[in-house]
Every structure is written in structure tokens, then in C-alpha cells.
């Protein structure tokens, strides 16, 4: 046939077929070479599989072999970075709240600091050396405490002394009262408090109240004492330690930056100053009045009256109802007469006097100041009041400032 005789014309042998015309192609007896990208030689230099490890392998500058893929994309890196990170913010919280006492003492100080500054540079403006002019406001206030503990603590202790001596009598007069007498027949309360005191357990309680009243005492005067420490040490070093804190600010900003917290400093130091002088406004004027009046212990009490008034919203109510009520034990004219006194003055003061001194140094608005002092006297007390609203009026600065400007520019 024609096909069979052009096969055998062509010299192929038959089962030859198209290995014999194509040789080279795979899986007919040869073997394809392996690319050099198969996993026995993988191209990542590290990678385990299929890795040799014959020593020629090895670079010359690596003795130790090639490094392993990075783990990076490991999900235990992850959780084991997570769960250092909230341990370090958990430890760091607890520092801090194990701290937080002598945190607020430092914190109080710098405060102080900075309201006597511009006290401070007022004298320098006359020509006085810094350190002069921080010996006169520093020895002002270190003989206000001292004026004030004269004033306060021999009336506490003539009061004392008096209930002390006068306690008997006041046990008789119950005894001698038809009513005591009855409750006591019935229910024998005095027998009760005779076996109590004979006892010795009134002794041992008060000997334990004593202890902490001591303990509180000189707790207190010790904070005392390093607050006015730090106070120095702050105010001697003030403008250092404003000038070190500026440096940790980018150069390109630090101009901007120093002139926003100078404002905030001077902002401080003007609140801090005009409510030391209104206190003194309020203790003067109550002393004045009170002695007027007749009324026991005139300069404790204005002293009293003068210090409470440092405290927001509340402060000047609390030293009015204390003067008022010592007025009440005087005579009922002189308590009324008190009461119609610290109305009108607390008026006098709200809008005329405050307005008046904080003019020129803190521009907050009514609602701010009650909800930083509100705020502050929640987290911290009455510090937290006293540092309310000289911080709500730094951060209106910087809102004015910085945040506001930037909103408008997007």
C-alpha cells in the first residue's frame, strides 16, 4: 500500500516511531535537568527544606551558617509583645498610684512655684537680685504659717483645757437633768460609763486615738514641711527647669512652643497670685469686722476665713458658717450680724473684687471654671479644685491656639 511504503522508504523501523525522530523530549528513557529553582535548591538563603549541609555550603564570613527567616509574621511574637505591653502599663499604673502622695506633693509645689514667680519678678523689676527677691516672697509665706498656727493653736488649746476642767460639771448637770436621771434609772447608762472607764477601756481607745491623731499630725507637717522645700528648690530653679523641658521639644517647634507655655506659666502665676490676694482681701476685711463686733478669736477665725477662700465654690460657704457659728455662741446679734456680713461681702467679692484682680491674668469662662474645679475636686480633692481652673484655662489656650486654627485649615 502507499502509506506502508512510504514508512519503510523513510527508514524507520517500525516501534521506533516518534522517540526516534524526537529524542530529546521527556519520559521516553531520558531524564529532563531539574530547574534551578526545585526545592532541592531552594533560592531563600535560610530556608530548612531541602537544604544541604555539606561544609562547602557554608560562606567563609559566616561560620555559624546562614540566619533563618525572621519572625515577624509569627502570631506568638504577637501575643507575647501584647502581653508585655500590658503588663509594663499595668506595672506603670501601679508605680504611679503607689506614688501618688508624694505625686501630688511635687505636684502642689511647682504650682506654688509658679504663683509666687510673679511676685518674685516683681521685686526684680526694682533692681533686687533673684535670689533676694525669692528670700523676701519665701520669708512672707513662712511667716504667714507661723502667724497663722500663733493665731490658731493657743485658742485650740484654752478650748481644750477648758472642756477638760469643766467635764465634771457637765456630768453633774446631766445627772441633776430629770430627764438623764430617768433614762438613767431605767436603763442605768451611768453605771455603765462608770465600769467602762474603770475598766480601762476608755483609756486604751483614747490612748489609740491619741496615737492617730499624733500620726496624722505629723504626717501633716511633714508634707507641710517638704512642700515648702520642694516650693524653694522649684522656685529657685524655675526658669532651668523651663528652658530643659523646652529642649526636649523639636527645634523647628521649640519657638512656638515657648511661647504657648510661657503663656500658660504666666496664666498660672496670675491665677495663683490674684486668689492669694483676694484671701488676704477676705481675711482683712472679716478681721476687721469680727473684732468690730466683738467676737472671740478674731484673727483665727479671719485666718480661717482667709485660707478657705483659696478653695473654689465652696471655700469661702465653709469659712462664713464657721465664723458665723462662733458669732452664734458670742451672742445671737453678733451671729446675726455675721450672717448679713459674708452675704453681702461673698456679693462685693463675686463681682466686683474678682472680676477686678483676675482682669489681666485668666480669661475662663463661668462654665469652665465649675467644671474644672468640679472635675479637679473629684480626682483630687481640694488640690484638685485649687488646680482645676488655672488648667481648664490652659487647655482653652491651646485650644484657641493650636486645635482650633488647625480644624479650620482641613
Given amino acids: 500500500m502507499g502509506s506502508s511504503g512510504s514508512v519503510s522508504d523513510s527508514g524507520l523501523s517500525p516501534g521506533s516511531g516518534i522517540s526516534s525522530v524526537f529524542p530529546s523530549l521527556p519520559g521516553q528513557g531520558e531524564t529532563m535537568p531539574e530547574p534551578s529553582g526545585s526545592p532541592e535548591t531552594p533560592d531563600r538563603p535560610g530556608d530548612g527544606a531541602g537544604q544541604r549541609s555539606d561544609d562547602h555550603d557554608t560562606p567563609p564570613d559566616r561560620p555559624f551558617g546562614l540566619p533563618g527567616r525572621p519572625l515577624r509574621g509569627n502570631w506568638f511574637i504577637y501575643g507575647l509583645t501584647g502581653a508585655l505591653g500590658v503588663l509594663t502599663a499595668w506595672l506603670l499604673v501601679q508605680a504611679i498610684a503607689s506614688a501618688g502622695s508624694a505625686i501630688v506633693l511635687i505636684v502642689v509645689s511647682l504650682f506654688l512655684a509658679i504663683g509666687l514667680n510673679p511676685a518674685v519678678e516683681a521685686l526684680q523689676r526694682h533692681n533686687l537680685s533673684r535670689r533676694l527677691a525669692i528670700g523676701i516672697v519665701f520669708g512672707s509665706v513662712i511667716a504667714f504659717f507661723v502667724i497663722f498656727g500663733l493665731a490658731v493653736v493657743p485658742p485650740l488649746t484654752e478650748q481644750t483645757t477648758g472642756f477638760v476642767q469643766q467635764l465634771p460639771d457637765y456630768v453633774q448637770q446631766l445627772q441633776n437633768h430629770p430627764v438623764i436621771r430617768s433614762v438613767d434609772e431605767r436603763y442605768q447608762i451611768l453605771e455603765k460609763i462608770q465600769q467602762y472607764v474603770a475598766g480601762g477601756g476608755l483609756a486604751t481607745q483614747m490612748f489609740g486615738g491619741l496615737l492617730g491623731v499624733a500620726s496624722i499630725v505629723i504626717s501633716a507637717l511633714f508634707s507641710a514641711f517638704t512642700v515648702l522645700v520642694l516650693t524653694l528648690y522649684f522656685l529657685g530653679s524655675l526658669n532651668s527647669i523651663k528652658e530643659t523641658a523646652y529642649r526636649f521639644v523639636p527645634r523647628s517647634r521649640r519657638t512656638r512652643v515657648r511661647l504657648l507655655g510661657d503663656e500658660i506659666i504666666n496664666q498660672i502665676g496670675g491665677y495663683v497670685a490674684g486668689n492669694l490676694i483676694i484671701s488676704l482681701i477676705a481675711g482683712v476685711v472679716t478681721f476687721l469686722f469680727l473684732a468690730m463686733m466683738d467676737v472671740p478669736y478674731a484673727l483665727a477665725l479671719a485666718i480661717f476665713v482667709a485660707v478657705t477662700d483659696l ?55 463661668p462654665v469652665a471654671t465649675i467644671v474644672g474645679a468640679l472635675l479637679g475636686g473629684a480626682l483630687l480633692g481640694i488640690v484638685g479644685a485649687l488646680l482645676g481652673i488655672p488648667l481648664a484655662a490652659a487647655l482653652l489656650l491651646l485650644a484657641r491656639e493650636v486645635v482650633l486654627p488647625r480644624q479650620d485649615r482641613l
Avoid at 331 to 349: D, H, L, P, T
Wanted: net charge neutral.
Fill in 311 to 365: 478653695i473654689p465654690l465652696v471655700g469661702a460657704v465653709i469659712g462664713a458658717v464657721v465664723a458665723s457659728g462662733v458669732g452664734f455662741l458670742s451672742s445671737v446679734q453678733a451671729g446675726i450680724a455675721c450672717v448679713i456680713f459674708f452675704v453681702v461681702y461673698q456679693q462685693v467679692e463675686n463681682y466686683w473684687i474678682s472680676p477686678k484682680v483676675f482682669k489681666s491674668s485668666v480669661d475662663v469662662p
